[in-house]
């Protein structure tokens, strides 16, 4: 059973910044680690994915300003998140796609609140 597990979330300041983490189980690589976010009356949207080939795609509001890494066992990624606005407001996902059977899976969400 494969789980995803995110930790970091919070309440900061614009301009401040956060960093979220993401620890997979239960996978068996190749896949994609990834975020999403959805903010209130909005839909889910793509924050910023690492394939499996260690391709990275981020979108372009959040371009310069936030970083996704893996981490050496390839089962974590983190997203470091700077300059933060108040549109950057959501809660946050963490994804994973399995290049093996082309599943997803989610983590259960961690809320980023950013302030005026």
């Known amino acids: 059973q494969v789980q995803l597990v995110e930790s970091g979330g919070g309440l900061v300041q614009a301009g401040g910044s956060l960093r979220l983490s993401c620890a997979a189980s239960?996978?068996?690589?190749?896949?994609?680690l990834g975020w999403y976010r959805q903010a209130p009356g909005h839909g889910r949207e793509l924050v910023a994915v690492?394939?499996?080939?260690?391709?990275?795609n981020y979108a372009d509001p959040v371009k310069d300003r936030f970083t996704i890494s893996r981490g050496y066992t390839r089962n974590t990624v983190d997203l470091q998140m700077n300059s933060l606005q108040p549109e950057d407001t959501a809660v946050y996902y963490c994804?994973?796609?399995?290049?093996?059977?082309?599943?997803?899976?989610w983590g259960q969400g961690t809320q980023v609140t950013v302030s005026s």
């Open positions: 690492i394939t499996s080939g260690n391709s990275i």
């Open positions: 994804y994973m796609l399995s290049r093996r059977d082309r599943l997803e899976y």
């Open positions: 239960g996978a068996i690589f190749p896949y994609d």
